[in-house]
């Protein structure tokens, strides 16, 4: 397997254990992809919590301009109810899985069709 692979793999993990969820595979390749080459580095893999800037772009990077969403308290309700889900104690949230569930939150699959 690939690097990508294995890292599709472990993100599929991560949905199972912490967030109690089964992942669609073949979105949760497009979502990894389309995070392209940040998912080999191991600060910009992740999304922290706990830091406001970090998640304001997560909001205007993904959600505003991947998703085409409006700006607007839904969205910094979803990424807050996207971190409870995920824990928010757990250090290492991959931002690939962060995005596929907020994908999924806003029904956005079509995005990556």
Avoid at 10 to 29: E, H, I, R
Avoid at 31 to 55: F, K, M
Avoid at 102 to 113: G, R
Wanted: charged letters at 25%; proline letters at 2%.
């Amino acid at each position: 397997m690939s690097k990508r692979d294995d890292l599709i793999a472990k993100y599929a993990d991560d949905l199972k254990s912490k967030c109690g969820m089964s992942a669609d595979m073949d979105l949760l390749t497009k979502v990894t992809i389309g995070c392209g080459p940040s998912i080999y580095n191991a600060d910009a893999s992740t999304v922290s919590s706990s830091d406001n800037a970090e998640l304001e772009t997560v909001k205007n990077n993904f959600l505003i301009k991947k998703l085409g969403l409006a700006d607007g308290p839904k969205l910094d309700e979803a990424i807050d109810s996207v971190m409870t889900t995920y824990g928010k104690s757990n250090r290492n949230k991959y931002r690939a899985v962060v995005y596929y569930m907020l994908t999924k939150h806003f029904s956005k699959e079509s995005v990556y069709a």
